[in-house]
């Protein structure tokens, strides 16, 4: 079973910038969607961005677009968020999260459950 790890999280100010890696441990991306989720206290757990890595696809939720990027590094089996003007509405915690071998990516509006592994998340802190 492919384990997915994050990791890059911390506390950072309002305007400042964060680069989240998740790490797919002995797997080899291919035909496969990476999403990114947030869940802030009281919160439901939201999709913020994924990536379709086969053809580099992207998408975003508008309240992260333009401030946040999606990227992979096949060679490094990772894909990161890199988050910048960054507001404390942004805090939460991180999680990743793949669909293997699906050819596309769920749309961010998808159920939780359109995604098989999850990572255990990481916690981003911005304060004002």
């Known amino acids: 079973q492919v384990q997915l790890m994050e990791s890059g999280g911390g506390s950072v100010q309002a305007g400042g910038s964060l680069r989240l890696s998740c790490d797919a441990s002995?797997?080899?991306?291919?035909?496969?969607?990476v999403g990114w989720f947030r869940q802030a206290p009281g919160k439901e757990r939201e999709a913020v961005a994924n990536?379709?890595?086969?053809?580099?696809?992207?998408a975003y939720a508008d309240s992260v677009k333009g401030r946040f990027t999606v990227s992979q590094d096949n060679a490094k089996n990772t894909v990161y968020l890199q988050m910048n003007s960054l507001t404390p509405e942004d805090t939460a915690m991180y999680y990743c999260?793949?669909?293997?071998?699906?050819?596309?990516?769920?749309?961010?509006?998808?159920?939780?459950?359109?995604?098989?592994?999850w990572g255990q998340g990481t916690q981003v802190t911005v304060s004002s």
């Open positions: 990536i379709y890595i086969g053809d580099g696809r992207t």
């Open positions: 999260a793949a669909r293997f071998s699906t050819g596309f990516c769920p749309t961010l509006t998808s159920p939780r459950n359109s995604y098989t592994a």
């Open positions: 002995g797997y080899t991306y291919s035909r496969d969607c």
